[in-house]
């Protein structure tokens, strides 16, 4: 599951909760779906996503884990140093995956 920060400019941040697969097991790859955002000020063509429109997957103990939104909205940015180095996410317990 999801945790959810609502912000008060009506943006969405998704963090994974403490019992999300991700946090219990290091995950070895992360790949998000889409890259986020958009072009323009206020991102525009950000994409739109729905409660189950895959995030990301990720490679976890020899299983592939698929990463709902959980929300809707428009993508407005995702965390690329995951992908880079996804165990962040068990270093940094407050690491963002996405902006919705």
């Avoid at 020899?62 to 993508?75: A, I, K, P």
């Amino acid at each position: 599951s999801l945790r959810v920060a609502a912000l008060p400019n009506d943006l969405w941040v998704l963090f994974a909760s403490s019992s999300h697969p991700l946090l219990r097991a290091c995950a070895s790859a992360l790949a998000f779906r889409s890259r986020g955002g958009g072009g323009g000020k206020r991102k525009r063509d950000a994409p739109w996503v729905g409660p189950d429109t895959v995030l990301c997957t990720a490679r976890v103990g020899g299983e592939e884990l698929r990463v709902r939104c959980g929300v809707s909205g428009q993508l407005m940015e995702v965390n690329h140093g995951l992908e880079e180095d996804p165990a962040r996410l068990q270093r940094e317990r407050e690491c963002y995956l996405a902006v919705v």
